[in-house]
């Protein structure tokens, strides 16, 4: 029986990943009672809470001895004192980290019936369906040398951006590989006017493209620009691959295009056990409300079933349904706004429609 490891994490993360697991558990029962294992640990702030680190070594060991992990978001303003080690964060990083997961994918579509939930005009996000790969496990966030210093009686703060030949290499392929199911387009972006690092990663992007991919077309952007154009005109872009920190902070532009961050999964790949996350925080401010958007923990199991188990019909069967209940009004918060038959529901109840329309169609 397939194993998943579940770390519900801090915030709205355990509400929205109980809406998830049951909607797993529905994806069971309409497809023969295929069923999968799940256990739980503590990730994060909670972890920090009950152990004093944010990852303990057993929940690591869980995560490395299963077929995939389902994630629903760490951190909060609770534990932003504790020192930069021992944060919630962390345990994220090092979780991607030793499970070899470099290459984040970062779905953005817009679903019709949200076309009025994006802050641009109908015209420009009609349509939209892209993905961003992002490097994870390499760049600025995890290069040495890092750390707050005093030099010369001033105080120093330090970040790396570092890339390898093998890091840029094998993000490229995933982009390049995932583009030949799609429309063969990858744009690739850097700041390699300025920066080395992403000179290097221009030129070995590429080499790849012009060595293994001529079927792939391949454009070039400066982040800067890129920032621009998924603002200006969304619609020219398919899958972007790009650098860790580049990518963290183009995907969450690229989600309020969609209409809400609450909107959007990903997949972190790589090594052999897959992760599955929402992109959004762990949204403290509304944690314990019951109001937070389940939809991207739903989505993220839809990519679960694609990536690490191969059961796409599944996984097609999540995200039609999720289509159908936006079709049908149903709205969280973040997605809310006034019309005819649009109704406003929380947390459970939108959990809910998804699984009634899977029974439906299954």
């Known amino acids: 029986m397939p194993k998943i490891c579940v770390f519900p994490g801090d915030g709205i993360g355990p509400e929205v990943v109980r809406e998830a697991l049951s909607v797993l558990?529905?994806?069971?029962?309409?497809?023969?009672?295929?069923?999968?294992?799940?256990?739980?640990?503590?990730?994060?702030?909670?972890?920090?809470?009950?152990?004093?680190?944010?990852?303990?070594?057993q929940a690591?060991?869980?995560?490395?001895?299963?077929?995939?992990?389902?994630?629903?978001?760490?951190?909060?303003?609770?534990?932003?004192?504790?020192?930069?080690?021992?944060?919630?964060?962390?345990?994220?990083?090092?979780?991607?980290?030793?499970?070899?997961?470099?290459?984040?994918?970062?779905?953005a579509k817009v679903h019709a019936p949200l076309l009025c939930a994006s802050p641009l005009r109908r015209e420009l996000v009609e349509g939209i369906?892209?993905?961003?790969?992002r490097e994870l496990t390499g760049g600025i966030y995890f290069g040495e040398p890092r750390g707050i210093?005093?030099?010369?009686?001033?105080?120093?703060g330090i970040n790396t951006e570092v890339?390898?030949?093998?890091?840029?290499?094998?993000?490229?392929?995933?982009?390049f590989d995932l583009a030949r199911k799609r429309?063969?387009?990858?744009?690739?972006?850097?700041?390699?006017?300025?920066?080395?690092?992403?000179?290097?990663?221009?030129?070995i992007v590429t080499e790849v493209r012009n060595r293994?991919?001529?079927?792939?077309?391949?454009?070039?952007?400066?982040?800067?620009?890129?920032?621009?154009?998924?603002?200006?005109?969304?619609?020219?872009?398919?899958?972007?691959?790009?650098?860790?920190?580049?990518?963290?902070?183009?995907?969450?532009e690229a989600s309020m295009i969609t209409g809400s961050i609450g909107m959007l999964p990903s997949a972190s790949l790589g090594g052999k056990v897959g992760l599955y996350e929402p992109i959004h925080g762990s949204a403290p401010d509304i944690a314990g409300k019951g109001v937070a958007n389940p939809l991207a923990t739903i989505l993220s199991i839809a990519m679960m079933l694609k990536y690490s188990f191969d059961r796409t019909v599944e996984a097609g069967l999540i995200e039609e349904a999720v289509t159908r209940v936006l079709a049908e009004?149903?709205?969280?918060?973040?997605?809310?706004?006034?019309?005819?038959?649009?109704?406003?529901?929380?947390?459970?109840?939108?959990?809910?429609?998804?699984?009634?329309?899977?029974?439906k169609r299954g």
């Open 25 to 57: 558990r529905t994806i069971e029962e309409v497809s023969g009672g295929r069923r999968f294992e799940t256990e739980e640990e503590l990730l994060g702030g909670v972890s920090y809470d009950a152990h004093g680190v944010p990852m303990t070594d």
């Open 60 to 107: 690591l060991a869980l995560a490395a001895a299963s077929d995939a992990v389902l994630l629903g978001a760490v951190g909060g303003p609770k534990w932003d004192p504790l020192p930069f080690e021992v944060r919630p964060e962390r345990a994220l990083l090092g979780l991607r980290k030793n499970l070899g997961l470099f290459a984040n994918l970062r779905p």
């Open 129 to 133: 369906d892209l993905v961003v790969v």
């Open 149 to 156: 210093r005093m030099e010369n009686g001033i105080e120093v």
């Open 163 to 175: 890339y390898t030949r093998p890091e840029i290499e094998r993000v490229a392929r995933v982009a």
């Open 183 to 203: 429309s063969r387009r990858v744009t690739s972006v850097d700041k390699s006017n300025v920066l080395e690092s992403t000179e290097l990663w221009r030129r």
């Open 212 to 252: 293994e991919y001529a079927d792939v077309e391949l454009s070039h952007m400066l982040v800067d620009n890129c920032a621009m154009q998924l603002i200006r005109y969304p619609k020219q872009f398919d899958v972007i691959v790009t650098t860790n920190l580049f990518g963290d902070i183009l995907t969450d």
């Open 329 to 359: 009004g149903y709205r969280t918060g973040d997605i809310y706004r006034e019309g005819p038959g649009v109704r406003r529901v929380g947390t459970k109840d939108m959990g809910e429609a998804v699984r009634e329309a899977i029974r």
